[in-house]
């Protein structure tokens, strides 16, 4: 598990989208902010963009030989993720690191990754069905930080 948090401590620190703050040490839980593009409801029930997506990880004591333990906090439309149930596209396998399944959950939040073959939502899936042009909604990828710096030695180096 420290190595775990090693690594999402980088993610954070590459990514604009993924925050957190932990409990434990090291540590067992983890309090994501994902700050993309993403759709939840408005006031009426119609889906909605928002910016802004809040889910708990619990690392059990079986982990990581059994998946982490997802439960989403914040409203969300999408057809693979329901009240508190996720679908997320992997087969869980102990070899999968921490950060791999938390970038794999900001890519479900932007509609960059959903499966509407066997979704959990049949209305959000109907839905991303009739919009399938609009995604991802955010197509930043998860570590932008690094691509900016890339970008960056690239434009101020030697010509």
Avoid at 18 to 35: A, V
Avoid at 52 to 71: M, W
Avoid at 78 to 97: D, E, T
Wanted: charged share 25%; net charge positive; proline share 8%.
């Amino acid at each position: 598990m420290k190595n775990d948090y090693e690594e999402m401590l980088r993610l954070k620190s590459e990514s604009s989208i993924i925050d957190f703050q932990t409990t434990g040490n090291p540590p067992n839980r983890y309090h994501l902010i994902f700050r993309c593009a993403g759709m939840s409801f408005d006031d009426q029930g119609r889906p909605a963009l928002i910016q802004e997506h809040r889910c708990r990880i619990f690392l059990g004591a079986q982990y990581p030989s059994q998946p982490p333990d997802v439960t989403w906090m914040s409203p969300i439309y999408h057809p693979n993720i329901k009240l508190q149930a996720v679908c997320h596209s992997g087969q869980w396998a102990p070899s999968w690191s921490l950060a791999e399944f938390v970038s794999e959950l900001a890519d479900m939040a932007r509609y960059a990754k959903f499966n509407l073959q066997s979704p959990l939502d049949s209305k959000a899936a109907e839905w991303a069905k009739r919009n399938l042009n609009l995604f991802p909604l955010d197509a930043r990828p998860i570590r932008d930080r690094i691509a900016r710096v890339v970008i960056k030695l690239k434009s101020t180096g030697p010509e």
